[in-house]
């Protein structure tokens, strides 16, 4: 079993940056590929980036290509989010997921473990 606990959430502005970590606990992450979704109010919950099992390869929502950059750092079992010139669409709770796969999908169907989510706001 795999336990995710999502931090690094809060209240900014518009344009400012943060970085949630998603650590897990229970099993090694090494050999899962990783993703992080979002849910904004009155919407569906949505992808956002994945990562490899290796690191070596990522997969970003085209709308976020250029601020959000996810990366893995297998030593401490922990997945990040870096977010950067944050929007006010940006506002949502932020989502890890885990992929038994080493390469994960867009679906959210297809991960196995899901943390419990991390508030951002930004206020414009």
């Known amino acids: 079993q795999v336990q995710l606990v999502e931090s690094g959430g809060g209240l900014v502005q518009a344009g400012d940056s943060l970085r949630l970590s998603c650590e897990a606990s229970g099993r090694t992450l090494n050999s899962y590929g990783m993703g992080w979704f979002r849910q904004a109010p009155g919407k569906e919950r949505e992808f956002v980036a994945a990562?490899?099992?290796?690191?070596?390869?990522?997969y970003k929502t085209m709308s976020l290509k250029g601020r959000f950059t996810i990366s893995r750092d297998k030593a401490k079992n922990t997945v990040y989010l870096q977010m950067n010139s944050l929007k006010a669409e940006d506002t949502a709770v932020y989502y890890c997921a885990a992929d038994r796969r080493a390469i994960p999908s867009r679906l959210q169907s297809e991960y196995d473990y899901w943390g419990q989510g991390t508030q951002v706001t930004v206020s414009s």
């Open positions: 990562i490899t099992w290796s690191g070596a390869s990522t």
